[in-house]
């Protein structure tokens, strides 16, 4: 599981990097990869899209655990 999560992260990673490269400079990363052009609807980035977004909700289980975590909250002197 932990090599899943680690690939998970990397595929959101790459998904958060190729939305910075679209807001602030209108590039698709991903569209660029694959020949295709800003916006294009292809079968490839399709895909690639959809994995990147599987990885995301793969992911919501290990932010639950880590927030709700003791150990990554330090909590207030009382």
Known sequence: MRYFNAVALLLVI???????LVGIAQFDLVAALTGSSFG???????????????????????LGRWLTSRSAVAEPAA
């Open 14 to 20: 790459v998904g958060a990097v190729n939305w910075l």
């Open 40 to 62: 294009e609807t292809n079968p490839i980035p399709s895909v690639i899209y959809i994995v990147v977004g599987l990885a995301g909700i793969a992911l919501l289980p290990v």
